[in-house]
T-cell receptor, first 111, second 113 residues
Framework: DGGITQSPKYLFRKEGQNVTLSCEQN?????MYWYRQDPGQGLRLIYY???????QKGDIAEGYSVSREKKESFPLTVTSAQKNPTAFYLC??????????FGAGTRLSVL | GDSVTQMEGPVTLSEEAFLTINCTYT??????LFWYVQYPGEGLQLLLK?????DKGSNKGFEATYRKETTSFHLEKGSVQVSDSAVYFC????????????FGKGTKLSVIP
């Protein structure tokens, strides 16, 4: 089955630690995205990538970093500079500017 | 900038009741409009979409019509079921070179038997 796989489902971060969230897709989509979801809020775009080896900042990129070395993969690193990382993180992909398809999400909490 | 405003929830309905969730938008150009649904603990799924004025998107008994004159895209369903309990998000894409979706804050729907 084609789809988007995010791992882990739950992740805990200690103070000063960087953590990496995985996102893999086998839909052969060119574009991939990372969103952050906070309770009672809509989704806010962190980063997106239109093609391999290229990515752009979204609305809330500070404290996050990404890479796009392979078409299938778009990992997100939450760095220690992100002071309020507790949230639900969603990865999505699309063919060009078409419909975005979402993974099941990773819930990040701070210990 | 672009923005989407949804009615605030939570909304609680009895099974078989009529559902309306209001959505209005502000955007430059001619946006495409979407409704996504999020079931508890899951990611978002596309429910329906409309790409131009007067288009009606429909899926699983849900409908929404793209009204340019009122900048609205209200979600409706004639008879809700318990399985429709979820959070519903209205979103827009301005296309025209933009990859970004702009989301509303979401409306939580609970349907009770």
């Amino acid at each position: 089955d084609g789809g988007i796989t995010q791992s882990p489902k739950y992740l805990f971060r200690k103070e000063g630690q960087n953590v990496t969230l995985s996102c893999e897709q086998n839909l052969n989509h060119d574009a991939m995205y990372w969103y952050r979801q906070d309770p009672g809020q809509g989704l806010r775009l962190i980063y997106y990538s239109q093609i391999v080896n290229d990515f752009q900042k979204g609305d809330i990129a500070e404290g996050y970093s990404v890479s796009r070395e392979k078409k299938e993969s778009f990992p997100l690193t939450v760095t220690s500079a992100q002071k309020n990382p507790t949230a639900f993180y969603l990865c999505a992909s699309s063919i060009g500017k078409n419909i975005q398809y979402f993974g099941a999400g990773t819930r990040l909490s701070v210990l | 900038g672009d923005s989407v405003t949804q009615m605030e929830g939570p909304v609680t309905l009895s099974e078989e009741a009529f559902l309306t969730i209001n959505c209005t938008y502000t955007a430059t150009g001619y946006p495409s409009l979407f409704w996504y649904v999020q079931y508890p603990g899951e990611g978002l799924q596309l429910l329906l979409k409309a790409t131009k004025a007067d288009d009606k998107g429909s899926n699983k008994g849900f409908e929404a019509t793209y009204r340019k004159e009122t900048t609205s895209f209200h979600l409706e369903k004639g008879s809700v079921q318990v399985s429709d309990s979820a959070v519903y998000f209205c979103a827009l894409s301005t296309g025209a070179g933009s990859y970004q979706l702009t989301f509303g804050k979401g409306t939580k729907l609970s349907v009770i038997p």
